[in-house]
């Protein structure tokens, strides 16, 4: 009985093998549309010129017969007509040749085409993808690795797998005219044909999936590798990998890793030579065995010298059809392991973008934070904890806090980069949930302390914070103003047209102060955002410079809500209100005056700054 469950078992376990095997081709239909997609011309060329391809060494092979016979027959017989024959025929040989030449070249020249274009195909598909994902998935380190799984060989697996199809259709047709041709001499010729080459089949499907999951197991050292690359060769690295001589620690990380990396290809590699050289040998051994063959019939006066001449020469690209038919199945195997990286990462489900509301019902009612509490994915402590708190139209909020205490988790709820564990944040009584999220976005401008600097031009800089107004110099000029960029940009080679940073030929370095002052440039692009956040924007500012910036702040800002982080209390008792965060919960709450009276933290914090001024 236990060795009937045993064979049941084992039943079950070869069938779900096969099942995960065959399963791993549902790409292939993916990938072939892929391509057609993308260029139908190429791939119809292709696909031709594969079907010509496959018959013609048949034709070169009969032809090469013809030319021996004729060649035999005029030294038997001496007969001139036999002998002009014979050169028609290397004619003709010499036609076929060229004409298989020519197709290789167009196959090589549209495959090179189609390449490029499927390459940059893909890597569109995959920047898409990317464009729908949540804040959270691109913090998700797991789900980095699949975007860079995606990205490290999608972009040449479809058309490999594609031309494989091909290949297998243009040996297909090749092995069916050789294998007619051999059947002519016997159908155990066939036979050797194709038990010869299965070996060898099977150990390289083998080495593929072992390839491919050493492949997908690397993702965290092949991006901590690339990391390593940008550190050691980036401008804005530089500095601190001088001042610190970093350099010569991340080289070694980066040669550590290599070095990890390459002992377990160098072993994969060496059991899959080693095993193809074994079993290749097994090919060699049938063709000899079959050119034995050959030679006895043809020395017994069964086959002619010509005939002899043609089944060696079909035999062998039988041979080689048939390697090649199962070495590009193979491939093809190892194609879609790849290919399933793809379209794991385009498949991944993007966050709902649940709302389509364009309006509050209670206009004019502000933000309110009711009850809020959230929990970063994957930890275990929430940021907020049951914050409530409500920003009136034309009020400036400033948020006071310890680092960590969720002053910009906050931020990130308010612009929907995330949404409350519980509770809800509403905008005119209206749950930003329900809010379609462009219109809601275009209601909230937001500089974040870690702002991007983009490698663009002054204006472009400023023109990010308003894609619909990206080239409008005239709102560069305007927010430019606002932002109190003006004057540096205005003193500038090519004022708003002057490169920034240093990627390119002429770019300009600013200071921080200056690139933040871009910055507050950006948030005053939005004409129509009545909530400007201002997570820190001015750190890199001396504190009159930042005081500076927010009395003019206030003054441009009469109308609209604004919410600010700072860590200098000059600045923050310019706030209408006050909310003092504490481990993720609101501690105090209240005008500048009103915390001092209640001599708590807030009045702790004020009094400890005032100090270090004395």
Request: charged share 20%.
């Amino acid at each position: 009985m236990a060795s009937a469950n045993e064979h049941t078992r084992g039943d079950d376990a070869a069938t779900s093998r096969v099942r995960r095997y065959l399963g791993v081709f549902r790409y292939s239909g993916r990938a072939l549309e892929l391509v057609w997609t993308t260029s139908r011309a190429l791939t119809i060329v292709i696909g031709l010129m594969t079907v010509i391809a496959g018959v013609l060494p048949a034709v070169t092979a009969y032809v090469g017969k013809l030319i021996v016979d004729a060649v035999v027959t005029a030294q038997a017989s001496g007969a001139r007509a036999e002998l002009t024959a014979a050169l028609w025929y290397v004619g003709l040989e010499a036609l076929v040749i060229a004409l298989m030449a020519a197709v290789s070249r167009v196959l090589s020249v549209c495959e090179s085409l189609l390449r490029v274009l499927l390459g940059n195909r893909v890597n569109v598909l995959i920047l898409e993808k990317a464009l729908t994902l949540s804040l959270a998935q691109f913090e998700d380190s797991e789900f980095y690795d699949k975007m860079t799984n995606a990205r490290r060989e999608a972009s040449r697996r479809p058309l490999s797998l594609v031309n494989k199809t091909f290949q297998i259709i243009r040996y297909a047709i090749a092995l069916l005219a050789t294998g007619g041709i051999l059947l002519s001499f016997s159908g155990w010729a066939v036979v050797v044909l194709a038990i010869a080459a299965v070996p060898a089949f099977l150990v390289e499907t083998r080495f593929s999936g072992e390839a491919f999951r050493l492949f997908r197991w690397r993702a965290p050292e092949t991006r901590m590798q690339m990391y390593l690359e940008v550190a050691l060769a980036r401008e804005d690295f530089a500095k601190e990998m001088q001042l610190f001589g970093l350099g010569p620690l991340f080289l070694q990380r980066y040669r550590d890793i290599f070095h990890k990396i390459y002992a377990e290809d160098r072993d994969l590699t060496l059991r899959r030579g080693l095993w193809g050289y074994a079993l290749g040998l097994l090919s060699t051994l049938a063709f000899y065995g079959a050119y034995a063959w050959i030679v006895y019939e043809t020395a017994a006066g069964a086959i002619t010298l010509g005939a002899m001449t043609m089944y060696l020469l079909v035999f062998r690209q039988g041979q080689q059809a048939f390697s090649s038919i199962l070495t590009a199945i193979g491939k093809m195997y190892e194609d879609n392991l790849y290919l399933s990286n793809l379209y794991e990462f385009l498949e991944q489900p993007s966050p709902a973008r649940t709302g389509d509301a364009r309006d509050g019902p209670t206009p004019g009612d502000g933000v309110r934070f009711e009850g809020v509490s959230f929990t970063y994915p994957g930890a275990e402590a929430p940021s907020l904890h049951a914050v409530s708190l409500h920003i009136k139209p034309g009020q400036k909020l400033a948020l006071v806090g310890e680092n960590g205490s969720g002053k910009t988790t906050l931020i990130k709820l308010l612009t929907r980069l995330y949404d409350p564990s519980e509770g809800r944040v509403t905008l005119d009584g209206r749950d930003l949930r329900e809010w379609d999220i462009t219109a809601l976005r275009q209601r909230v401008a937001v500089i974040f302390q870690d702002f991007v600097r983009f490698q663009m031009r002054a204006g472009e800089n400023i023109g990010v914070g308003d894609v619909a107004r990206f080239e409008d110099e005239r709102e560069w000029a305007r927010a430019a103003e606002l932002g109190m960029s003006t004057p540096f940009i205005e003193t500038m080679p090519e004022g708003f047209q002057t490169q920034l940073g240093r990627w390119f030929e002429g770019g300009r370095e600013l200071s921080g102060g200056q690139w933040q002052k871009i910055a507050l440039s950006r948030a005053f692009m939005r004409r129509g955002a009545d909530i400007l956040v201002l997570d820190e924007p001015t750190a890199a500012m001396d504190a009159e410079a930042e005081a500076q910036i927010f009395e003019h702040f206030r003054e441009v800002t009469e109308e609209q809500m604004a919410v600010f982080i700072s860590h200098r209390f000059s600045t923050v008792r310019m706030a209408d209100h006050i909310v003092v965060l504490q481990r993720g919960r609101v501690l105090e709450e209240g005008s500048h005056e009103q915390l001092m009276e209640q001599d708590g933290q807030y009045a702790h914090l004020f009094n400890l700054q005032a100090r270090g001024y004395r």
